[in-house]
């Protein structure tokens, strides 16, 4: 096999901890990845995102060398493990896995599952690298411990001390916090995060949750039908998308319909840019709820407030905006904090247009 190149095509890392170059995969009919290119850096992590059936999971399993490759070639610190018809396995390849049913051995103590993750090492220097492991992800007080006496939050950090114990170059993730209740979910994805920083593995991980990946990714890589529509930072992806599928992605949107004129869109809250369509193109607005600034002022659209509700950090309001309909525009807003104006009053609706996106009508599904 030949060696991977030194200068990846997905990003211009030098030497990448894992690289796929040209990966297409097929279950039957179904082309399940179609011509992929993704790579990851040492230290690096790198989250899939997608929903579910964009191929996210099988290009995981590609990398991990659960399935045997068709077309492509992947490459693991710049040695190739797998092009078409020929892949080295699993055991020999490096890497860490942490599944989502997380597939801890029922029958062996917390300490003897991660010490199977180092088969090869000499036994006398297992269970103290199994401790320090352990330790690493704070559950060196459940060492002698079974599986089935362990929360999920607990057992997935076991199924990470096993994966990262062996000093893997590349981490392997799949849905690793699906599972779990939203309040203990921040909590062991934030652990999870820092045990990653510290080990500086490559990390690829697999997700379906934006939140999630803008949380634990360096770069995210968006999935749709097997291909990688855009990678780039999470702020890139949230502010930059490329794409009405990706904005969307990214959390709850507003969508207004219109008619590309004189190079822009027209709506209730102001005009805006309309790069690239044609004029007369029929064009989907996207704005974020968040980009609708409220006040009591006189500026702006004027809406009026169907009804508010406090969600936490943050206040949602469904609002009727004016645009010519007895009815109005049905819109929400997003504003930080505690704010909650009563139904029927008026308020003042600013667009952030930094917040907003025209596409072609048709790029939406």
Do not use: W
């Amino acid at each position: 096999m030949r060696e991977a190149s030194v200068k990846s095509i997905d990003s211009g890392i030098e030497t990448p901890a894992l690289e796929l170059r040209d990966v297409s995969h097929r279950y039957g009919e179904v082309l399940a990845v179609d011509r992929l290119n993704l790579a990851v850096g040492d230290g690096e992590v790198v989250c899939l995102l997608g929903p579910s059936g964009c191929g996210k999971t099988t290009v995981l399993r590609l990398a991990a060398g659960l399935e045997t490759l068709q077309e492509g070639e992947i490459a693991i610190a710049g040695r190739s493990v797998a092009v078409a018809g020929m892949s080295s396995p699993p055991e020999s390849r490096g890497v860490g896995l942490v599944f989502q049913d997380y597939a801890l051995f029922p029958h062996l103590s917390v300490v003897d599952n991660v010490t199977f993750g180092l088969q090869g090492v000499a036994s006398a220097n297992r269970e103290a690298r199994a401790l320090r492991a352990l330790r690493d992800v704070g559950m060196e007080d459940h060492a002698a411990r079974f599986p089935h006496m362990l929360s999920g939050g607990q057992q997935q950090r076991v199924a990470l001390a096993r994966a990262l114990v062996a000093g893997p170059a590349v981490v392997l993730l799949d849905e690793p916090f699906s599972g779990l209740d939203a309040r203990l979910r921040d909590k062991v994805r934030d652990q999870t995060l820092h045990a990653l920083m510290e080990s500086q593995a490559a990390t690829l991980m697999v997700t379906h949750d934006a939140e999630e990946a803008m949380f634990m990714a360096d770069r995210i890589a968006v999935m749709r039908d097997g291909r990688i529509l855009q990678t780039g930072t999470p702020d890139d992806l949230y502010c930059r998308p490329a794409s009405a599928f990706v904005a969307q992605l990214f959390g709850e949107i507003n969508r207004l319909d219109g008619i590309v004129s004189g190079g822009a869109v027209a709506t209730p809250l102001g005009a805006l840019p309309a790069k690239g369509l044609e004029e007369g193109a029929a064009a989907d607005v996207l704005i974020r709820p968040e980009a609708l600034r409220l006040s009591h002022d006189a500026q702006g659209a004027r809406g009026r407030v169907i009804t508010s509700r406090m969600l936490g950090r943050t206040s949602l309001v469904h609002l009727s905006v004016e645009d010519g309909t007895v009815t109005g525009l049905h819109l929400h807003a997003r504003a930080p904090g505690r704010f909650l104006p009563e139904e029927g009053q008026q308020l003042s609706v600013v667009l952030d247009s930094s917040q907003a996106f025209v596409f072609p009508a048709q790029d939406i599904k």
